[in-house]
């Protein structure tokens, strides 16, 4: 059983930058691939990005290439994402989640959930 909490968000203007992150604790870390997600206000949670076990592979949806970057520290077992040049559009809350498999875009590939932390982009 994997742990997640995020932390991080917060209001920001519109160019500004943002850094999450998610602790994970109760589990073997580095045995997990690890993704971020976001959930706007009425819409459909959706994949941002995701890293394998090692860090080594990472993808990132095309809306966010270029802005936005995922990391993540096996020695202190926590993932990152460092959001820059952020949008009104980038508002949600953020999830990060972990996988068993390889990392992946799909959603439901992923077994365990944190419970997210907002992102709020004014323009």
């Known amino acids: 059983q994997v742990h997640l909490v995020e932390s991080g968000g917060g209001l920001v203007q519109a160019g500004g930058s943002l850094r999450l992150s998610c602790a994970a604790s109760?589990?073997?870390?580095?045995?997990?691939?690890m993704g971020w997600f976001r959930q706007a206000p009425g819409k459909e949670r959706e994949f941002v990005s995701a890293i394998s076990q090692s860090g080594g592979t990472t993808y990132s949806a095309d809306s966010v290439k270029g802005r936005f970057t995922i990391s993540r520290d096996n020695t202190k077992n926590t993932l990152y994402l460092q959001m820059n040049s952020l949008k009104p559009e980038d508002t949600a809350v953020y999830y990060c989640?972990?996988?068993?498999?390889?990392?992946?875009?799909?959603?439901?590939?992923?077994?365990?959930w944190g419970q997210g932390t907002q992102v709020t982009v004014s323009s």
């Open positions: 989640a972990a996988t068993p498999l390889r990392a992946t875009m799909t959603i439901d590939e992923y077994d365990y």
């Open positions: 109760g589990g073997t870390y580095s045995a997990y691939a």
